[in-house]
T-cell receptor, first 116, second 112 residues
Framework: EAGVTQFPSHSVIEKGQTVTLRCDPI?????LYWYRRVMGKEIKFLLH????????ESGMPNNRFLAERTGGTYSTLKVQPAELEDSGVYFC??????????????FGSGTQLSVL | SQQGEEDPQALSIQEGENATMNCSYK?????LQWYRQNSGRGLVHLIL?????REKHSGRLRVTLDTSKKSSSLLITASRAADTASYFC????????????FGTGTRLQVTL
């Protein structure tokens, strides 16, 4: 079974530019999550999809961030325009979606975003 | 404010020693999970302990949970160099089936 894959692994952009991160969850996983870790700080929740619907987007920092999951398969996270404080590692995770509280998450390797 | 906070932030031990990491959280929870992250990789699930459990073992891992103190500990016995990683606790608050909330992590360094 292929794991969660994220692309690109690294992205270096200038302030004001646009970047799109992609996540391919494990096949059959209905739940897809985006998290972010800014240098040395906690891993912060951004949002949660159930299939193609946004279940919880309470962690999205502002309207410069747009997440989509068309068709309920892969997801994209677009940052437009990027600011310096957006730098960090963006993780995607997925889970089956059994509706229980004991589910574990499967994580991708993350995208290291550097905004200069 | 964050739900989970790990302590210490960094820990350096020699191979063969035991490593203990602690986690405190703020709200009532359904369960608590521990994850490991090797440098440049994603997080990997290690162990889950439910709110009605007090202790759980998995191989060289031992997790305890004290819901009265809202705290958990992760013990790695007979550590190996390969255990070098960051360790995070994650909680799922009662009443939610959605997101896990992570802390800042403990960076463990195991030297030969």
């Amino acid at each position: 079974e292929a794991g969660v894959t994220q692309f690109p692994s690294h992205s270096v952009i200038e302030k004001g530019q646009t970047v799109t991160l992609r996540c391919d969850p494990i096949s059959g996983h209905d739940n897809l999550y985006w998290y972010r870790r800014v240098m040395g700080k906690e891993i912060k929740f951004l949002l949660h999809f159930v299939k193609e619907s946004k279940q919880d987007e309470s962690g999205m920092p502002n309207n410069r961030f747009l997440a989509e999951r068309t068709g309920g398969t892969y997801s994209t996270l677009k940052v437009q325009p990027a600011e310096l404080e957006d730098s960090g590692v963006y993780f995607c995770a997925s889970s089956r979606g059994l509706g229980t509280s004991i589910e574990k998450l499967f994580f991708g390797s993350g995208t290291q975003l550097s905004v200069l | 404010s964050q739900q989970g906070e790990e302590d210490p932030q960094a820990l350096s031990i020699q191979e063969g020693e035991n490593a203990t990491m602690n986690c405190s959280y703020k709200t009532s929870i359904n369960n608590l999970q521990w994850y490991r992250q090797n440098s440049g990789r994603g997080l990997v699930h290690l162990i889950l302990i439910r709110s009605n459990e007090r202790e759980k073992h998995s191989g060289r891992l031992r997790v305890t949970l004290d819901t009265s103190k809202k705290s958990s500990s992760l013990l790695i016995t007979a550590s190996r160099a390969a255990d070098t990683a960051s360790y995070f606790c994650a909680t799922r608050p009662t009443g939610t089936a959605s997101k896990l909330t992570f802390g800042t992590g403990t960076r463990l360094q195991v030297t030969l």
